[in-house]
T-cell receptor
Framework: EAGVAQSPRYKIIEKRQSVAFWCNPI?????LYWYQQILGQGPKLLIQ????????DSQLPKDRFSAERLKGVDSTLKIQPAKLEDSAVYLC???????????FGNGTRLTVT | GENVEQHPSTLSVQEGDSAVIKCTYS??????FPWYKQELGKRPQLIID?????GEKKDQRIAVTLNKTAKHFSLHITETQPEDSAVYFC????????????FGKGTMLLVSP
């Protein structure tokens, strides 16, 4: 089966600019996750979707981050405006349902200068 | 929310030795405990998982044990090989309130030939 697709793989922007990441989950996976992984740390959940509804966005900095999954399939994560501390790898993952194994994409490495 | 502690943060072993990584969690309702391996610059990949109705699970050189009473679970790697060198993350799926997967901070395992 095709894995979780993410783009772009790398992005370099200046602080205060905006950026968007795209994710296409494994076909049939109802649950989609966006994680932020800062160098040397474990993935931190930003937002979790069940189909096109938000299950948990308690750790999403909503003043600058937004995410959507309009048709219950692919998803976009946006940062506007970016800060230096947003430099991280943004991982998208999907699972067949909640409480089942997550499959990660290759991530987008964001560098904010 | 769920609190996941992982120890040690780094672990160096000689090839052929065993390695053990331990995680503790706080939510007694948690019921799914996966372990992920992340090689440098790559995505996390599931290597083994265990559910709360099972005390131990093995897959070749890898095993996971779960102590629900003490709220801790451990990853055991036997006969370590240099290709086992990576960062290992434990994760916990809480089953109360928001159902999300929370990761530990990771253990960097270095296997020396």
């Amino acid at each position: 089966e095709a894995g979780v697709a993410q783009s772009p793989r790398y992005k370099i922007i200046e602080k205060r600019q905006s950026v968007a990441f795209w994710c296409n989950p494994i076909s049939g996976h109802a649950t989609l996750y966006w994680y932020q992984q800062i160098l040397g740390q474990g993935p931190k959940l930003l937002i979790q979707f069940q189909n096109n509804g938000v299950v948990d966005d308690s750790q999403l900095p909503k003043d600058r981050f937004s995410a959507e999954r309009l048709k219950g399939v692919d998803s976009t994560l946006k940062i506007q405006p970016a800060k230096l501390e947003d430099s991280a790898v943004y991982l998208c993952a999907s699972s067949l349902a909640s409480n089942s194994p997550l499959h990660f994409g290759n991530g987008t490495r964001l560098t904010v200068t | 929310g769920e609190n996941v502690e992982q120890h040690p943060s780094t672990l160096s072993v000689q090839e052929g030795d065993s390695a053990v990584i331990k995680c503790t969690y706080s939510d007694s309702a948690s019921n799914y405990f996966p372990w992920y391996k992340q090689e440098l610059g790559k995505r996390p990949q599931l290597i083994i998982d265990i559910r709360s109705n099972v005390g131990e699970k093995k897959d070749q050189r890898i095993a996971v044990t779960l102590n629900k009473t003490a709220k801790h679970f451990s990853l055991h790697i036997t006969e370590t090989q240099p290709e086992d060198s990576a960062v290992y993350f434990c994760a916990v799926w809480a089953n109360s309130g928001y159902s999300t997967l929370t990761f530990g901070k990771g253990t960097m395992l270095l296997v020396s030939p």
